[in-house]
């Protein structure tokens, strides 16, 4: 399996980016995906996920409001439209699958998959 993301760049604060996912090899069945993002000097961190079966979608809290997961059955993508932007999203998004998710939150397992990171950079 193999994921693809696209759609980061610069964006001033306040406007607004879309990522996209691509993944080529598997299907989803129940598998929960979605995003992770790492800012320099800290940990990477869940940002969203949504269940592809139902559409199901999970958020961090300091994104709810200003980000929307969705995805693509037929094209076997996903997005994440985020609006709103602020200087502290500035990070390396990473598109993955195989999460696990409660209504705490979305963590990894040993089947995560990630993709290559894209950029997004929130100037103030």
């Known amino acids: 399996v193999q994921l693809q993301a696209s759609g980061g760049g610069l964006v001033q604060a306040g406007g607004s980016l879309r990522l996209s996912c691509a993944v080529s090899?598997?299907?989803?069945?129940?598998?929960?995906l979605g995003w992770f993002r790492q800012a320099p000097g800290r940990e990477r961190g869940f940002v969203a996920a949504?269940?592809?079966?139902?559409?199901?979608?999970y958020y961090t809290d300091s994104v709810k409001g200003r980000f929307t997961i969705s995805k693509d059955n037929a094209k076997n993508t996903w997005s994440l439209q985020m609006n709103s932007l602020k200087p502290e999203d500035t990070a390396v998004y990473y598109c993955?699958?195989?999460?696990?998710?409660?209504?705490?939150?979305?963590?990894?397992?040993?089947?995560?998959?990630w993709g290559q990171g894209t950029q997004v950079t929130v100037s103030s």
């Open positions: 993955v699958i195989g999460l696990f998710c409660s209504d705490t939150g979305c963590g990894t397992t040993s089947y995560t998959v």
């Open positions: 949504i269940k592809w079966s139902v559409g199901t979608t």
């Open positions: 090899g598997r299907t989803f069945g129940s598998n929960n």
